[in-house]
């Protein structure tokens, strides 16, 4: 995990991240970016403090356990959580000006009793563990303890500007180790840990960072030039940027959102990748929906969820209101759905995509769909697991439409 402990200062800065995430509820990347500017750090010492406050999240309950302290007393007693976490990672102590000691037997003791919880172990709350036993069964422990694991980092290889294989090489002129992705065409495992945001190659639009499994869906949509493509809930982008490259820039790309200020993003992120066919929407109602009837050969839901196919990388989703929203997140789900993909022309796909890996958000929703939509069929489904690829875990579902 780290070789060496965090510095005083480090620490401090993990201990602040915690409590605004914990106490004040919010998101861990706003609360890293929040710490973060203005701070002259060296990407070297960002990364670690990331990673260390990555590993306490994704086991919070497990570390919390071990300092005997509660979530909510970060502020207070987050230093004994940090001696604790460098004690558990085999570390020596950090060199805090104030910090809690602890006490070593009791320390061993906890470990050995936390070792016999193998809940605790995976750093899975109660709620999720009996959610995700309900919705998965036996393969639910294997997706546990794989949820708990540091993510991989993953690049898009933006092919408007550049091959796979040429990346590689450029990528290497600039310090940044990777290895091609066999199941992913456009995927790169970034194999050192270099600062990636700071090559010429991201400058110049060469690659997008995203998640391999994240690639699949895109990829899934088969779009091809000059098609008429919506990506009805685009965000900032992410698989947008990869639709516009299998387009190869030729056709019509409509990117919509609830949200402008997202749009206004991937509008940023499209001059840097070079992907001049794509027009952003903002849906302000219904009709904006309406309007578009019938009119695309491929429709691109990623709609809302809760994420927790994700939860390497966002692993604060455990520690929110993540299930009292997930009936709510259900029903936005549904909803998209059924009228979003009226958008579709007969004979066009719609892609129906979660990052989550529960059947609740991702297989019922669709055969719930399929069973008031007898006008579409659908041609298959997949739910890509953490455990069998090492990727984030998401769902995508191919529909075709086959009658008005
Ligand atoms: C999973 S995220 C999309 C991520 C994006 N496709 C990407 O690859 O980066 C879901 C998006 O749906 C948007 N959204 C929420 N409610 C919506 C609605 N009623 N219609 C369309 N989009 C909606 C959110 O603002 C959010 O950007």
């Not at 709350?125 to 993953?154: C, I, V, Y």
Request: neutral net charge; contains cysteine; aromatic residues 6%.
């Amino acid at each position: 995990m780290l070789n060496s402990p965090l510095s005083a200062s480090s620490n401090e800065l993990v201990i602040n991240i915690l409590a605004m995430v914990l106490s004040e509820g919010k998101p861990l990347d706003r609360a890293y970016s929040q710490h973060f500017s203005g701070l002259k750090l060296v990407p070297a010492e960002q990364a670690r403090i990331t990673t260390v406050t990555g590993d306490i999240l994704r086991r919070l309950n497990l570390y919390c356990f071990l300092a005997d302290i509660k979530p909510e007393e970060m502020e207070r007693l987050g230093s004994k959580l940090l001696n604790v976490w460098h004690l558990f990672h085999e570390l020596e102590l950090p060199k805090m000006q104030y910090s809690l000691p602890v006490d070593p037997d009791d320390l061993v003791a906890r470990i050995e009793q936390a070792k016999t919880n193998p809940v605790l172990w995976d750093g899975c709350p109660e709620w999720l563990d009996t959610m995700g036993r309900e919705q998965l069964g036996a393969s639910w422990e294997k997706e546990r303890a794989a949820l708990n694991r540091p993510p991989k980092r993953f690049l898009r290889v933006n092919g408007l500007k550049v091959s796979r294989d040429e990346l590689v090489q450029k990528l290497a002129t600039e310090f940044v180790s990777t290895q091609v992705v066999d199941s992913v065409d456009s995927a790169l495992e970034v194999t050192s840990d270099s600062a990636l945001f700071r090559t010429n190659s991201f400058k110049e639009g060469l690659f997008e960072q995203q998640d391999a499994g994240s690639q699949r869906v895109a990829a899934a949509l088969d779009a091809k030039p000059g098609m008429r493509v919506i990506d009805a809930c685009a965000g900032a982008g992410g698989k947008t940027l990869h639709i516009a490259a299998q387009m190869q820039g030729k056709g019509r790309l409509l990117a919509m959102d609830v949200e402008q200020w997202k749009l206004d993003n991937l509008k940023e992120r499209a001059r840097r990748n070079g992907a001049h066919n794509i027009e952003t929407r903002l849906i302000v109602g219904s009709k904006t929906i309406k309007r578009l009837k019938l009119t695309a050969d491929r429709v691109l839901l990623d709609v809302p969820c809760s994420g927790l196919g994700v939860l390497k990388r966002n692993p604060d989703a455990k520690w929110r209101d993540t299930a009292d929203r997930l009936p709510v997140l259900m029903e936005l789900q549904k909803h998209i759905l059924s009228s979003y993909s009226r958008m579709v022309k007969v004979g066009g796909i719609v892609v129906y995509a979660t990052c989550s890996i529960f059947p609740c958000e991702n297989r019922g929703q669709v055969d719930a769909f399929l069973a008031e939509n007898p006008n579409f069929r659908l041609l298959e489904d997949e739910t890509i697991s953490p455990a069998d690829t090492g990727f984030d875990g998401f769902y995508l579902a191919k529909l075709e439409r086959i009658q008005e």
